[in-house]
């Protein structure tokens, strides 16, 4: 029999194996509501636990119930990916100002958990063993099992706060010494949980007046800045018309900025966020947007000696105010966890504008 007649066999059995392997790969680490929770040495009876998913892209799984008077029952499941898991209680929605209860299995297989004071977002400032949470003793457990990791532990409180914070850390980087410093997490989320009906919801603190910052300071400084500094180079043969056009946008741009600015401050307060990098940066773009409003108010007659060095200043202190502004802009798209979309939105927007300019200044070289 020759070796092609094999080869149906062969493929078929290939096959059989990937799906298998596809089907292991799938039930690792799967949980869901629609499956029993078998879990030994928990301090309460599982079987009646209500139960939510609250955070799907990372098939986070609560359980929950108050099992007895003004004691609050809680079950976190999510996949066991050697980093830690968390679990926070928000006063307000946002990190600064809540209670978390973080757990995870060491690589040596030790089991940790603790309460952290969540009083900013440097890791110095995430206090361990404190906290307004009420945790009952010898409650609190982290089990490992079937590549899960189940955060269990119980609150004396008469209705547990509704807005949740979760989060994941980083993976391999677990919290040692005596003071357990906790690493900045991978990703987090902040959901909102109705305890009657299991319903649970994302959201994202201020979210309105966080959209508002960044469309006004992209619009403001990221944008019309460019184009206003494209009309003033490249536009000049029509004469006021370019003038006037680039006053125009200019102006714009600073009160956009500003506005964005401004709302900025107000969404610090508001969050308790530890944004110094992101404001200092801001707060320079500010500056300089104001210096050079004033050199506009101040500019010399052309026929004037020091006409020169004022186009100097003008121009030069504006090639830096955007070099920062675009700088800052993907920070704070950064910080605010926006991710891909904003990023590509504006990065083709620069690129654009970019190459605008390259044609424009090759155009303006080719005439010369």
Same mark, same amino acid.
């Given at each position: 029999?020759?070796?092609?007649?094999?080869?149906?066999?062969?493929?078929?059995?290939?096959?059989?194996?990937? %799906?298998?392997?596809?089907?292991?790969? $799938?039930?690792?680490?799967?949980?869901?509501? $629609?499956?029993?929770?078998?879990?030994?040495?928990?301090?309460?009876?599982?079987?009646?636990?209500?139960?939510?998913?609250?955070?799907?892209?990372? $098939?986070?799984?609560?359980?929950?119930?108050?099992?007895?008077?003004?004691?609050?029952?809680?079950?976190?499941?999510?996949?066991?990916?050697?980093?830690?898991? &968390?679990?926070?209680?928000?006063?307000?929605?946002?990190?600064?100002?809540?209670?978390?209860?973080?757990?995870?299995?060491? &690589?040596?297989?030790?089991?940790?958990?603790?309460?952290?004071?969540?009083?900013?977002?440097?890791?110095?400032?995430?206090?361990?063993?404190?906290?307004?949470?009420?945790?009952?003793?010898?409650?609190?457990?982290?089990?490992?099992?079937?590549?899960?990791?189940?955060?269990?532990?119980?609150?004396?409180?008469?209705?547990?706060?509704?807005?949740?914070?979760?989060?994941?850390?980083?993976?391999?980087?677990?919290?040692?010494?005596?003071?357990?410093?906790?690493?900045?997490?991978?990703?987090?989320?902040?959901?909102?949980?109705?305890?009657?009906?299991?319903?649970?919801?994302?959201?994202?603190?201020?979210?309105?007046?966080?959209?508002?910052?960044?469309?006004?300071?992209?619009?403001?400084?990221?944008?019309?800045?460019?184009?206003?500094?494209?009309? =003033?180079?490249?536009? !000049?043969?029509?004469?006021?018309?370019?003038?006037?056009?680039?006053?125009?946008?200019?102006?714009?741009?600073?009160?956009?900025?500003?506005?964005?600015?401004?709302?900025?401050?107000?969404?610090?307060?508001? *969050?308790? &966020?530890?944004?110094?990098?992101?404001?200092?940066?801001?707060? %320079?773009?500010?500056?300089?947007?104001?210096?050079?409003?004033? =050199?506009?108010?101040?500019?010399?007659? !052309?026929?004037?000696?020091?006409?020169?060095?004022?186009?100097?200043?003008?121009? $030069?202190?504006?090639?830096? *105010?955007?070099? %920062?502004?675009?700088?800052?802009? %993907?920070?704070?798209?950064?910080?605010?966890? !926006?991710?891909?979309?904003?990023?590509?939105?504006?990065?083709?927007?620069?690129?654009?504008?970019?190459?605008?300019?390259?044609?424009?200044?090759?155009?303006?070289?080719?005439?010369?």
């Amino acid at each position: 029999m020759r070796l092609s007649h094999y080869f149906p066999v062969l493929f078929y059995f290939f096959i059989s194996c990937g %799906f298998l392997l596809l089907a292991s790969v $799938n039930s690792q680490g799967a949980d869901s509501c $629609n499956t029993n929770l078998t879990l030994n040495g928990l301090p309460f009876d599982s079987s009646s636990l209500h139960c939510a998913s609250v955070w799907a892209p990372h $098939n986070f799984i609560l359980r929950y119930l108050e099992t007895s008077t003004d004691v609050w029952s809680f079950v976190l499941s999510a996949p066991d990916n050697n980093s830690y898991i &968390a679990m926070g209680f928000s006063p307000s929605g946002g990190m600064v100002g809540s209670s978390a209860v973080v757990g995870w299995v060491s &690589a040596d297989g030790t089991p940790t958990i603790r309460q952290y004071a969540l009083r900013g977002q440097k890791p110095s400032q995430v206090v361990v063993n404190q906290g307004s949470l009420q945790i009952t003793g010898n409650s609190s457990m982290i089990l490992s099992q079937s590549s899960r990791l189940y955060l269990v532990f119980q609150l004396n409180t008469n209705q547990p706060l509704t807005r949740l914070i979760y989060s994941v850390g980083p993976v391999g980087v677990f919290p040692t010494g005596t003071d357990y410093e906790l690493t900045r997490h991978r990703d987090q989320v902040t959901a909102e949980l109705n305890y009657v009906t299991g319903q649970a919801s994302s959201r994202t603190p201020y979210k309105q007046l966080r959209r508002s910052h960044g469309i006004l300071n992209i619009l403001g400084w990221g944008i019309l800045m460019i184009i206003g500094a494209i009309l =003033a180079r490249y536009f !000049k043969q029509w004469d006021p018309i370019w003038f006037y056009s680039h006053t125009l946008v200019q102006s714009l741009g600073f009160v956009l900025g500003v506005a964005g600015v401004i709302s900025g401050l107000v969404l610090e307060n508001k *969050l308790g &966020a530890d944004v110094s990098t992101h404001k200092g940066l801001g707060i %320079f773009i500010l500056v300089l947007g104001c210096l050079q409003v004033m =050199a506009f108010l101040a500019r010399p007659n !052309k026929e004037s000696k020091v006409r020169k060095y004022w186009n100097w200043y003008h121009h $030069n202190m504006g090639r830096i *105010l955007i070099i %920062f502004a675009i700088a800052n802009i %993907f920070y704070g798209i950064h910080l605010g966890e !926006k991710g891909k979309g904003w990023n590509a939105g504006y990065g083709i927007t620069i690129a654009i504008l970019f190459l605008i300019a390259i044609v424009l200044e090759i155009r303006m070289w080719m005439r010369k």
